[in-house]
């Protein structure tokens, strides 16, 4: 088939969850011997980087310059505040790209292309009106973080935006995936959401995998280490790092005094930066080169997540290199790993705390834990278990049963106001 990949970030390198999704998806099409041609969205420093394997993979790379402002202040920026007397929500109009329109509108009028793969629903706010059949890759639904982070808020002027924000987004939603042929969740989980928020959308899981191959277990760890990864300029990610310091690390180290929450992660802000290593115990690595040395160091990965949609690769790439892992069960959601043999749950602090220790101070079952949950892997969250899920996917929109109602819908910045 000849697809149109509209990628609202440049997949490689694969640092981060989201361009691994979209990297593993773009190596299935290709493994399948599809056409694809990737127009993606980079950010001006990674303007004139050279693409790498994506070139290979695709049969075009044409790369579109986004200027937004950093996710560090999620919440609170004035162009937020300012974007709340419009229809559409702000995670929307930040995509807004009239250079984006103009290219994708450019390559469906000269190409002929049997469908459209949008990455996230981000990625129709610049898709123009068409016939050829849209795909897309809910990567989160959306508006479920949004809904988590009002648990979590305190501040009762961010919970006010929130609150608003989330119902825009919870419509912008529901209008791309009446304009989809098929969805693509990531889990089950998001698949029942998506079907109540969209009933009739033809749904397909394509599970987050990760190539346990290219995980080498060590044969030791580094003693009384405690990891956590996920880029810090995303605000789940550091909601996470914050919880675990404040109120977890303690009770740990009540037991364990020579423990080490290590946290791998780009961009964390200076005053994030402070606050955690002010922490006895903490240290903040930054950007890392490759998350695999830094994930061989580490007797337990946690995953103290609050907040979140979708399925967490910082679970798949620790099971991989079979290392055990300790998770809320929002953390977990969506995987299915068997809870006491292949992951430990826990959601309050002291029982957090608890296993932690507990796997700190048992070598036998570390290995025991991480060995199972990389068994779990190679099975369940495989490149093989992907490709197959895309193929039907695809299926799905080259003989579709029924696509009325779903033709030349109208672009979702036109349908917002």
């Given amino acids: 088939m000849r697809l149109l990949f509209v990628s609202m970030t440049l997949p490689w390198p694969p640092d981060n969850g989201h361009k691994m999704r ?42 579109v310059p986004l200027e937004v402002a950093s996710l560090a202040g999620w919440i609170g920026a004035g162009d937020r505040l300012r974007a709340l007397p419009g229809g559409a929500p702000y995670a929307a109009r930040r995509y807004r790209s009239p250079e984006m329109a103009l290219r994708i509108r450019s390559r469906l009028e000269a190409g002929r292309y049997d469908a459209v793969i949008a990455d996230t629903i981000f990625g129709t706010v610049n898709m123009p009106p068409t016939d050829v059949p849209l795909l897309l890759n809910n990567v989160d639904v959306e508006h ?19 609150c608003l924000e989330a119902r825009r987004l919870r419509r ?45 277990p060590p044969g030791h760890d580094a003693e009384d280490v405690v990891l956590y990864q996920g880029g810090l300029d995303w605000y789940p ?117 608890e296993a932690v220790v507990g796997l700190l101070g048992d070598a036998t079952l570390r290995r025991q834990l991480g060995g199972a949950a990389r068994r779990r892997v190679a099975a369940a969250y495989s490149p093989s278990v992907l490709r197959r899920q895309v193929g039907r ?12 109602g779903r033709e030349a819908s109208p672009p979702l910045m036109q349908m917002s106001r």
């Avoid at 599970?207 to 346990?212: F, K, Y």
């Fill in 22 to 63: 979209t990297w593993s998806l773009l190596r299935a099409l290709a493994a399948e011997e599809h056409e694809t041609t990737l127009l993606a969205f980079a950010y001006p420093a990674e303007l004139g980087r050279d693409p790498g394997p994506l070139r290979q993979a695709c049969h075009d790379v044409e790369v």
């Fill in 144 to 162: 479920v973080i949004l809904e988590r982070y009002l648990r979590c808020e305190r501040n009762p002027a961010k919970r006010l935006y929130a």
């Fill in 172 to 216: 912008f939603e529901a209008q791309a995936c009446r304009r989809a042929a098929v969805g693509m969740p990531c889990s089950p989980a998001d698949e029942t959401r998506l079907r109540a928020l969209c009933p009739g959308l033809p749904l397909v899981v394509v599970p987050n995998v990760v190539d346990a191959a290219e995980y080498a």
């Fill in 237 to 353: 990610n550091r909601d996470a790092v914050e919880f675990f310091a404040a109120e977890i690390l303690p009770l740990v180290r009540a037991t364990r005094p020579r423990a080490r929450f290590v946290v791998a992660g780009r961009n964390p802000s200076p005053s994030f930066r402070r606050r955690l290593e002010a922490i006895s115990g903490v240290e903040l690595t930054g950007t890392v080169p490759s998350m695999l040395p830094v994930l061989s160091r580490a007797s337990v990965c946690v995953v103290p997540l609050r907040i979140g949609s979708g399925t967490r690769m910082k679970i798949l790439e620790a099971a991989a290199m079979a290392r055990p892992v300790v998770s809320t069960r929002l953390g977990v959601e969506g995987l299915d790993f068997v809870e006491g043999k292949e992951i430990v749950l826990a959601d309050d602090p002291p029982a957090f705390a």
């Fill in 393 to 404: 996917a695809l299926a799905r929109v080259a003989a579709p049963p029924d696509r009325a």
